[in-house]
């Protein structure tokens, strides 16, 4: 018998069938045949016997049938006997086995408890021994530090811990430098690479993803973050000296590099800012190439000074591009760049060549009280309506001829005259669009 099985029914015999029913048979079957008897005449008294006789036979039959029926009573009584211990040991299995497993899984919770309080534990120790070493005043210490902070991470895998790591790391670079200046410029630019390595994902075993980089007034030398994956980057007043690499870098957040200065070339071509991009006063003293980057937020390049070349062909500025007040050196290259929002150089410089060859200006192109001191060319640029370069003027006073293409209805009529400067002017009325 399964526990599927159906619980059989007991269908008791009514009391008054075995307290009240056989008697009055009993006394049926004499007072019949009494009755015969006295009634029946000569031969009819055997017939009468015959008949009481029959009718005891009845009785026996009768009483042969109570204790069938009984027997079948006492059988459905063991079948239920039966089936309850059959559920009673069922229901003490179900309960045992319950037991059991509640008991092995609190088992396994207090495994993984104590192995996960092991782990922090460790990993507490190991982070505050790295940092301890960060914090020595010997360079080889340090060295051991940093070593040991990025097998941390790199064993973890916890993203928490490796953006703990790398802030520490990155605190490490913001403070002034320490210490004897060779040893500790190899400690620094450790650092450095370890946060590069990490960061660029080139290896899916070491790639670190969704990092920031706070690197707010830090001195660099040599930064290489081509191609690397960020959230966000913060060097805002950094001081990077030597050759700045961030070819093909993406930045899926906030790029901030407010007030930062360049001393050697910056290489931004193929870089892409997926977030809001500031290069707010930074400073250029060499050439800052940002061909083919893409700028898919609001940029803004305001106050910023480029000593020699500015390359920025074929970029793609998705939000406002401001370049209010900007200062542009020896070589300025917008050419095959597209605006798609607000191009906004309001009261720029351009110390030398501007080309603005084949660019396109989707809502507006403000340039207002911009200075150009060189040549210029807006050959085949297109506008989505009439470019603005009111009070906008040209270098009059260069030796050699002066090479400018404007855009339709703007020239500079007072390039042959004694001053300095030449304002440029409208000469017929604009038209809706510059084809």
């Known amino acids: 018998m399964t526990a599927d099985e159906p619980r059989p029914t007991l269908r008791p ?15 049926v079957a004499v007072a019949v045949t009494w009755l015969l008897l006295a009634f029946a005449l000569g031969g009819d008294q055997l017939d009468a016997i015959r008949t009481g006789g029959t009718l005891g036979v009845g009785l026996g039959g009768a009483v042969a049938l109570w204790l069938a029926v009984r027997k079948q009573r006492s059988t459905e009584l063991d079948l239920l006997q039966k089936y309850e211990a059959h559920q009673l040991a069922e229901r003490a299995a179900a309960h045992t086995e319950k037991v ?6 609190h088992q396994l919770r207090l495994a993984a408890d104590a192995h996960e309080d092991a782990t922090a534990r460790r990993i507490t120790e190991l982070y505050g021994k790295g940092v301890d070493q960060l914090g020595s005043d010997k360079a080889p210490v340090r060295l051991g530090g940093l070593y040991a902070l990025e097998r941390l991470g790199q064993d973890s895998e916890d993203p928490r811990l490796r953006q703990t790591i790398v802030n520490v790391i990155c605190a490490y670079l913001r403070m002034p430098p320490a210490g004897e200046p060779r040893q500790e410029s190899e400690v620094r630019l450790t650092a450095q690479r370890l946060l590069e390595h990490h960061t660029r994902p080139g290896s899916v075993s070491t790639f670190w993803p969704d990092i920031d980089l706070d690197l707010t007034g830090a001195e660099l030398a040599d930064v290489d973050l081509s191609q690397c994956r960020l959230r966000t980057i913060r060097l805002r007043s950094a001081d990077l000296n030597g050759p700045a690499s961030f070819q093909s870098a993406q930045f899926t957040g ?3 590099f407010t007030a930062a200065e360049f001393d050697r070339p910056a290489r ?11 290069f ?7 050439d800052a190439e940002f061909e083919d980057a893409v700028f898919a937020g609001e940029t803004s390049f305001s106050a910023a000074e480029f000593e020699r070349g500015a390359i920025f ?26 605006f798609a929002q607000l191009a906004e150089f309001e009261a720029a410089s351009f110390a030398g060549y501007a080309g603005f060859r084949r660019t396109h200006f989707a809502v507006h192109a403000n340039f207002t009280r911009a200075e150009f001191g060189g040549d210029v060319v807006f050959d085949e640029a297109t506008f989505a309506g009439p470019p603005d370069l009111g009070r906008a003027k040209v270098r009059a006073d260069r030796e050699g001829p002066v090479s400018c293409s404007w855009p339709l209805s703007w020239a500079a009529p007072g390039l042959d005259a004694a001053g300095p400067w030449a304002r440029l002017i409208q000469e017929t009325p604009a038209p809706d669009a510059h084809p």
Do not use: C, Q
């Open 268 to 278: 931004f071509d193929g870089a892409r800012f997926e977030g809001p991009a500031t």
């Open 13 to 27: 015999i009514p009391r008054w069938v075995i307290s009240a029913g056989l008697p009055v048979m009993v006394l």
């Open 280 to 286: 707010g006063y930074a400073s250029f003293a060499d």
């Open 100 to 105: 059991a497993a509640e008991n092995h899984a």
């Open 254 to 256: 906030k790029a901030d």
């Open 313 to 338: 062909r074929r970029a793609e500025f998705g939000g406002i591009g401001s370049f209010v007040s900007t200062r542009f050196g020896d070589y300025t290259t917008f050419n095959r760049v597209a």
